[in-house]
């Protein structure tokens, strides 16, 4: 049973897992349990592996993945606030809060009695669990620990989410995308540095390829081109910014923009930027609300702008592609700040703190156009990042799970 939901981060990764696993075991049946924000995105890769896809459990020559709705809960914190800031800062509102975390708790229960309903019957108990982090994981990893299933566990930022860190305890193995040190690997038996496993479609390319997938979203492959994101779901404050440079970014570079599905409409004034001559873009211009491949779009950069999130880190080290991260302060635990602070004391990243870009947008500005310029900076980045990667991982991690069952 392989279990991920809450975000793409979550998913993408374990879904590399589920292809590396059938791979391997090409016999095997896995069951992938999400929430209902992410079902119709698990079915779609699970089919993509080429594998058939199934609703029920009945025996069949060969392999097949079946992908379940589980209800679940998530808990609204935020990095560095009291218990008196929930009710004073209202830039987060009373429904965000209060009711959100009401509805957070019940579905946490409801996720629990749902997981001990399926896993009750033995015959409906997996043989291992993988857990990739998220809130949709805490119910099924205590469900297992009550009826003896060995589970293991993925964290791929610098810092344990909350969901892990309850069920790090009774895991068989704790599998961690960022690199551990000794110590903590001396005094954690447990724990294994596995990198974060992305998709085979996430490798270098070429100059050649390169200009060769700028042409295809229909740039000009002779300009640099940068790609700002905030991931699938979009970083408000990253589209804030570009909107105050774009005229100016535009004057050295094309220019793509994944504003992510909550905040697209709110950016859709950019959209007078996107400039066509009947097929041809004269504006080198381009907003997405989300690119479905995103593997070819920051293939096709010659800079990336983005968030910290772990998952996105791996694909572009994957990559080896230059990277501004503009983390997002007020995440729990900070691990995004914590994954850009580590990531930047490497020389692997440039890192900009989002508060100073909100602040003075022409920072983002200035950084870009110094990357630009820098092609020998450019190259030491991507270098330095591409030493984050680990090919393997999917295999590690699949081996792992493998050897608990």
């Not at 989002?354 to 991507?382: F, G, N, V, Y």
Request: glycine share 8%; aromatic share 8%.
């Amino acid at each position: 049973m392989v279990v991920g939901g809450g975000s793409g981060g979550h998913i993408t990764p374990a879904v590399a897992v589920v292809r590396e696993i059938l791979e391997q075991r090409p016999r095997a049946k896995v069951e992938f349990w999400t929430d209902r924000k992410y079902y119709s995105n698990v079915t779609k890769l699970t089919t993509e592996l080429g594998v058939s896809w199934a609703d029920s459990r009945e025996d069949r020559r060969g392999s097949f993945v079946r992908v379940r709705k589980l209800p679940a809960g998530k808990f609204h914190r935020y990095a560095g606030w009291k218990f008196t800031d929930y009710f004073t800062r209202f830039q987060v509102t009373f429904r965000d809060i209060i009711i959100g975390n009401i509805c957070g708790f019940c579905g946490f229960i409801a996720g629990l009695a749902t997981t001990f309903v399926r896993l009750l019957p033995k015959s409906s108990r997996p043989d291992v669990i993988f857990l990739k982090g998220g809130f949709v994981g805490l119910p099924v990893g205590l469900v297992a620990r009550l009826f003896k299933i060995p589970y293991l566990i993925h964290e791929s930022d610098t810092v344990a989410g909350l969901a892990n860190r309850l069920l790090m305890k009774h895991a068989h193995t704790v599998a961690f995308g960022m690199p551990l040190s000794d110590e903590v690997l001396a005094s954690h038996p447990n724990y294994v540095w596995t990198g974060t496993p992305v998709g085979p479609e996430y490798r270098p390319v070429t100059e050649s390829r390169k200009r060769a997938l700028k042409k295809a979203f229909s740039f000009n492959e002779n300009k640099p081109l940068v790609v700002i994101t905030g991931g699938s779901q979009g970083a408000e404050n990253l589209n804030l910014a570009v909107r105050d440079i774009l005229p100016e970014l535009l004057k050295i570079a094309s220019v793509g923009l994944v504003a992510g599905r909550r905040h697209y409409e709110d950016m859709v004034d950019l959209k007078k930027y996107e400039n066509w001559d009947h097929a041809s873009l004269e504006s080198n211009f381009r907003m997405w609300e989300f690119n479905t491949a995103m593997n070819e779009l920051m293939g096709a950069a010659d800079v990336v702008v983005s968030r910290a999130g772990a998952t996105t880190i791996a694909e572009l080290a994957r990559l080896e592609k230059p990277v501004i991260v503009v983390p997002f302060e007020f995440l729990p635990g900070s691990h995004q700040v914590k994954n850009a602070e580590r990531l930047a004391a490497s020389g692997a990243v440039v890192m900009l703190k989002d508060a100073d870009m909100m602040q003075d947008t022409t920072k983002l500005l200035d950084e870009i156009r110094h990357l630009i310029r820098s092609p020998k900076l450019c190259a030491d980045l991507a270098t330095n990042l591409s030493h984050e990667a680990r090919a393997d991982a999917a295999k590690r991690l699949a081996d792992l799970i493998l050897e608990a069952a």
